[in-house]
């Protein structure tokens, strides 16, 4: 689905902008928590805090695919190589595919561990998996992996952004902003 219009709809660019700051949030948090040596409170409160912008993310993610699948997205440029059109699709691909796997690798590494998500401490998540330390450690891995290729394309992403903004000064920047 194309749209007629060169920008993004002001519900789609603030799923985008809310999603950045949660996951740079969530990103940094993470960073932090397992900074903390031992376990302290503020490291539990960290913790809980994470798995709650992780569960936030998640449910922002599916919104956003919904909106996504029914709302037509504007054009690239038409100067815009179409290897660099290519490039787009696969790394957009890729970070929607990642800000579903991040969270969900989170969630049932915490499973594993034995530890239940409990939404804002109020709605108990379900549990779909018993405590397992193997899978536990294969989880931890997996989602500190996720979390590295991220990041990756999320820098990929902005590099791009600012390419397109200051060098080829194509407004590519202007269809996602308010």
Not at 17 to 24: F, H, K, P, S
Not at 61 to 67: E, T
Not at 128 to 143: G, S, T
Request: proline share 7%; hydrophobic share 55%.
């Amino acid at each position: 689905m194309r749209s007629s219009t060169n920008r993004y709809s002001l519900t789609a660019i603030a799923l985008h902008w809310l999603m950045a700051a949660l996951i740079i949030a969530a990103f940094l948090l993470g960073l932090t928590m397992v900074d903390i040596p031992g376990l302290t409170p503020t490291k539990l409160k960290y913790f809980s805090w994470h798995k709650w912008l992780g569960v936030t993310i998640f449910s922002l993610a599916c919104l956003r695919v919904l909106w996504r699948m029914t709302h037509a997205v504007p054009p690239y440029a038409d100067s815009m190589p179409n290897w660099q059109k290519k490039a787009s699709h696969v790394s957009h691909a890729l970070m929607y595919v990642l800000i579903f796997a991040v969270p969900l690798s989170g969630y049932f590494y915490s499973l594993a561990a034995g530890v239940p998500v409990v939404y804002l401490g109020v709605l108990p998540l379900p549990v779909f998996i018993a405590p397992d330390p193997e899978l536990k450690a294969l989880l931890k891995q997996v989602h500190y992996a996720f979390n590295v290729v991220l990041l990756g394309v999320f820098c990929l992403h902005v590099l791009a952004v600012l390419k397109h903004q200051f060098i080829d000064r194509d407004r590519t920047l202007q269809r996602m902003l308010p």
